[in-house]
């Protein structure tokens, strides 16, 4: 018997292995799991960013030129939120196939609904501002759906051979994502018009998709922290507006939201904007499911309306 | 120095051309506006004509891009049509601002880097009140083979490229080569620009063994190459330099300089990791023919910096030691000296250093200088910052202390550059 496994064993190991799966490196965790979702068994998969962590400044270690230096497949957010940290990896990669233009480099804003791209001049007076418009912009279904589409694509492209199961993989996520957008219509649909506000601009997407309405934000401009005047102005703003939600990333620091929560009454939301932002989220239908959660939950404790 | 400033103005003025493109008629607006005004009505009627011309240009512009779009919406209607349910097509367009060849101008930054010194120092030290240095970058994909990049000074006293390199970065083999004039790899505050450095100044073991603010930088070619092993991330960058730093000086041709680094870095999970560099540099000197100077160094670095509060906190410790066997006339003078770094971050905008130094002098090794530095640095925003420094200096040949207060501020405009690791 172990004679005959150990032969069964060596046959297996000669034989010609299975398709090699395509090697795929993502900016952030939320890329990560849209090509896990389409790519199966057939597509290995590693994300640079963590998803607890401010994506727009992330490190850029050696240990990430290592793993992009054997990418097939780069998948990258795009509109410069890796703008800081990501050209010095790809071009320290010497991995031809994955530098930006080349066929395994995929940004994956492409086919996404951009919000928020500037119009008019722009100045840095603004805060940092993203010229080309929000790169928050996985937070809406809609989006993950094109943006699953869009790497199924380039999967089949790579490996043709497994077109059809990208393809048939792609189709069952997007039948999945619509089951699970009609849950979350229904629960958000009490709530639309509802006004919150939110520390950093992570969300336009997300508040367009579930009807809410973001009247301020924390950050008196991008990627600036909070100032005492401002931070007034907010507090006013709010009460006035009787704004009982604020929404947190859960990399900033939570001393100005909850001294604003304080003074407003307002419930400060910790909502982890990515896959991986904490334990429960581990894939991208996930990420909503557990966001909404909490946001309705808010909601009734505060009875905001 | 008049000329040099005009120089530059015409190469300012250059690059505004390179700018606007024609439709735009914005850089013909600015010259016409710089030439002296020739008789005014006549100079008026031309401009009309100009502003005119400028305006149909710019509308026959806008309507082809207009046609291009509904083409390609009635293309988009068309999928629409077609029997299988695509998910809504894709609304974005290209951003049109960035129009015609305009797209492929480099990338551009002006960085500023303003000093002031107070207190006494035996040497005189910097100057009270110093533009120390502006610097422009200007960065771009040259085709689907190389990357250049150009980094040129301007000083009070001159302006130079800092440095101006090709970089070939998926050659086979993996050997990313860079030609052109680079700072060596020697070590890790030789390689940094002035506005990357955490302190105002460089480091005493600069200044006595490397060459100071110039450091050892030269025209040549770099290649680095990873070594492939199952346990870290490892380097090795072998260069070879015309022999014109600070330190090298080849009396002919055949005496190139010679820099070797190997850089190991090792994840010690997500927060923490460590990074150790060995480097060597040989070449001539120049004070006779046959002598050498041959330097060698060790660097290590050890960050923690957490992900979930990777904006609000960090800790860095660094050091390193550069041995010199510098050839005199009368044979060779060794002599050692290094640095100690420890850095810890404590606000989203503060950061605090202490850094101690300690150096031989290259020619004089008899003489050792030693140095304590204190360091606050405030950041208003990721493009600007302001820092002080409480440096106290002992000099091997005075007899009292130096103790000065070095602040600098340091700010950037143009195009997003590539956060410091």
């Known amino acids: 018997m172990r004679l005959l496994s150990i032969v069964a064993l060596a046959v297996l190991a000669t034989a010609p292995p299975a398709r090699a799966a395509v090697n795929v490196m993502t900016a952030t965790e939320d890329l990560a799991d849209l090509t896990r979702q389409v790519g199966g068994d057939r597509a290995k998969v590693e994300s640079i960013a963590r998803g607890y962590q401010d994506p727009h400044f992330v490190e850029a270690k050696p240990s990430f030129i290592l793993k992009l230096a054997k990418a097939d497949l780069l998948v990258v957010v795009g509109r410069e939120l890796e703008i800081g940290w990501l050209p010095s990896l790809i071009q320290q990669s010497r991995n031809a196939k994955v530098q930006v233009g080349a066929d395994g480099y995929l940004d994956a804003s492409l086919t996404a609904k951009i919000l928020e791209i500037p119009t008019g001049q722009l100045t840095r007076a603004m805060g940092d501002v993203h010229p080309l418009g929000n790169p928050h912009y996985w937070l809406d279904p809609g989006n993950g759906r094109r943006i699953a589409k869009a790497i199924a694509d380039k999967l089949s492209q790579m490996a043709p051979a497994d077109a059809a199961y990208f393809a048939s993989r792609y189709a069952d996520f997007d039948k999945r994502l619509a089951e699970a957008e009609k849950r979350w219509d229904a629960t958000m649909a009490p709530y639309k018009g509802l006004k919150v506000v939110t520390y950093h601009r992570s969300w336009p997407n997300f508040v367009d998709r579930f009807g809410l309405d973001v009247i301020g934000y924390v950050e008196p401009r991008p990627g600036i922290p909070p100032s005492p005047g401002h931070t007034i102005d907010l507090i006013g703003e709010m009460k006035r507006q009787n704004v009982k939600i604020l929404m947190v990333e859960p990399y900033f620091d939570l001393k100005t939201p909850q001294s604003i929560g304080r003074e407003t009454g307002a419930k400060v939301v910790v909502l982890p904007p990515s896959v991986g932002g904490e334990k429960e989220i581990t894939d991208y239908i996930s990420l909503f499911d557990y966001d909404l959660n909490l946001l309705v939950a808010a909601i009734k404790e505060t009875g905001a309306k | ?421």
């Open chain 2, 1 to 421: 120095m008049r000329r040099c400033f005009r120089s530059v103005t015409a190469f300012v003025l250059a690059g505004s051309g390179l700018v606007a493109v024609p439709p735009l008629a914005v850089a013909a607006d600015e010259v016409v506006q710089a030439a002296p005004p020739p008789s005014p009505a006549s100079d008026d009627l031309s401009q009309l004509k100009g502003d005119l011309e400028a305006l149909r240009q710019d509308y026959a512009g806008r309507v082809a891009a207009i046609e291009s779009r509904i083409a390609a919406l009635e293309g988009h209607a068309a999928e629409a049509a077609a029997p299988t349910p695509e998910p809504t097509p894709a609304p974005t367009a290209a951003p049109s601002a960035a129009a015609g060849s305009k797209v492929f101008n480099p990338d551009m930054a002006a960085i500023g880097n303003f000093v002031g010194a107070a207190g006494k120092s035996p040497g005189g030290g910097e100057p009270s009140l110093n533009m120390q240095e502006a610097e422009l970058s200007f960065q771009a994909v040259v085709d689907p083979y190389a990357r250049a990049d150009f980094f040129v000074t301007l000083g009070p006293e001159e302006v130079a490229l800092e440095e101006g390199y090709i970089t070939f970065p998926t050659l086979p083999g993996g050997f990313l080569t860079k030609v052109g004039k680079m700072r060596d790899a020697f070590g890790k505050v030789n390689g940094q620009h002035p506005h990357t450095l955490p302190f105002v100044d460089r480091p005493l073991v600069s200044k006595n063994l490397t060459g100071g603010e110039d450091g050892l930088a030269d025209a040549g070619i770099s290649v680095a190459r990873l070594i492939p092993n199952p346990w870290l991330f490892l380097e090795a960058t072998g260069q070879a330099y015309q022999g014109s730093s600070a330190i090298f000086t080849a009396p002919t041709r055949g005496d190139l300089a010679y820099v070797g680094h190997l850089r190991a870095y090792q994840d010690l999970g997500e927060s923490t990791n460590i990074d150790l560099g060995g480097s060597i540099a040989y070449g001539h000197n120049g004070v006779t023919d046959d002598t050498t100077t041959r330097l060698l160094g060790v660097d290590a670095t050890l960050r923690w910096k957490p992900l979930r509060r990777s904006i609000y906190t960090h800790f860095l410790a660094r050091g390193e030691v550069t041995w010199s066997r510098a050839g005199q006339a009368d044979g060779a003078q060794n002599a050692v000296g290094g640095y100690g770094y420890l850095e810890y971050q404590f606000g989203r905008r503060w950061t605090s250093g202490l850094r101690y130094d300690n150096s031989q002098r290259a020619e004089a090794p008899w003489l050792r200088d030693t140095g304590g530095s204190f360091i606050l640095t405030f950041k208003p925003s990721e493009f600007s910052l302001v820092r002080a420094q409480y440096r106290r200096t002992s000099f091997a040949d005075t007899d009292s202390p130096a103790n000065e207060l070095l602040f600098q501020f340091l700010f950037a405009i143009g195009a997003h550059g590539a956060h410091p690791f």
